[in-house]
């Protein structure tokens, strides 16, 4: 009897460690997956923070920079953002996470929006067509920034961290993230426009050369559209407006934005650069789709330095059948 009391003590001991191995292995685990997670995070946040005094830096003091070098330098911060919006879509996530998680790539939505928003509507708050309610639309933008920084800090970088203290975890904790420049009132119209303005003072490509597009043609699924009739097209699925744009200056020109209506709100569409005398095309989706006949309004935004606008615009009766 003695000798089975002593077996069974023994197996229930071995059973007794077993699990407490297997626990122990399951934490470090999961200590290890909420680690690696929150250096991941650090990571994005870290190279978002040097993004985000690149760009207020250059908006601040844009130094010898011309417009299309400030325009080309914005446009990389953009492209940047966005990688970091992605890179955090495709985080791995442990399941504490998962509502920090949800609310940071709702952070990085609205970073990545907003920059989008700015970097199109830049060319036109330097130019001289459009340009004040360009800069009344970047300025909007930067209200968006303000509010992903108040929802990392808010939300975000305290329930990462504070699931890293109720896990034991040091040493891997998140840092602040604050993406607007707080030094410059960014979300006052006036103030944005002040900063543009030195960009467009020191730029050469503002005051010398010849600049200007001409939208040279508009067609509908392939159909060319003529401004002095009416033109019939085939609508199966979502129609397709192509807008063919020349540069007519002798400068390239980068971040050029179309617009195109029927009837509703604009749809927009963007051309990356032409070069001096080249033409370029860009397709923008017609949604919802029309039907019947409605009149299609084109409309190609001025660039920097561009005096007669004349040529960058019409309008044409199209019906969709």
């Known amino acids: 009897m003695l000798r089975r009391g002593l077996a069974l003590g023994g197996g229930l001991l071995v059973l007794i460690l077993l699990v407490l191995g297997v626990k122990g292995c399951l934490d470090a685990r999961k200590n290890r997956a909420l680690s ?3 250096d991941d995070v650090t990571q994005i946040v870290e190279e978002t ?7 207020f830096d250059k908006l601040s003091d844009p130094g010898e920079l011309s ?16 990688s970091y919006a992605a890179r955090v879509d495709g985080l791995d996530t442990p399941g504490d996470m998962s509502h920090a998680q949800s609310t940071l790539e709702l952070v990085y939505t609205l970073r990545s929006s907003a920059m989008n928003e ?10 001289d067509v459009g340009a004040e309610q360009a800069t009344a639309a970047i300025a909007a933008q930067m209200r968006k920034l303000l509010a992903s920084d108040e929802l990392y800090a808010a939300v975000v970088r305290p329930e990462i961290n504070n699931v890293l203290t109720d896990n034991g975890i040091n040493g891997s904790d998140v840092p602040k993230s604050v993406f607007l420049d707080e030094g410059i009132g960014w979300l006052d119209e006036g ?9 467009s003072g020191s730029s050469a490509a503002t005051t010398t050369g010849v600049h200007g597009l001409g939208l040279i043609g508009t067609s509908v699924n392939g159909t060319e559209l003529n401004p002095e009739a009416t033109t019939s097209v085939l609508s199966e699925g979502t129609p397709e407006v192509e807008v063919e744009v020349q540069n007519q200056g002798d400068s ?11 009837g509703g709100g604009a749809l927009q ?4 650069t032409i070069a001096a005398g080249e033409t370029a095309t860009v397709s923008i989706p017609l949604t919802p789709a029309p039907s019947g006949e409605v ?13 007669v606008s004349e040529n960058n615009e019409a309008s044409y009766s199209v019906v969709f059948e």
């Open 36 to 38: 690696d997670y929150a």
């Open 49 to 55: 923070d040097q993004t985000s005094k690149s760009f």
């Open 67 to 82: 417009v299309t070098d400030f325009i080309g330098q914005v446009d990389a911060d953009r492209a940047a953002v966005d």
């Open 118 to 127: 700015i970097a199109d509507k830049m060319s036109t708050a330097l130019g």
């Open 191 to 199: 103030e944005v426009s002040a900063a543009l303005a030195s960009v």
């Open 252 to 262: 390239t020109e980068n971040g050029i934005s179309v617009s195109v209506s029927a």
């Open 269 to 272: 569409g963007s051309i990356d």
């Open 295 to 307: 009149t299609l309004e084109v409309e190609v935004d001025t660039v920097p330095g561009e005096q």
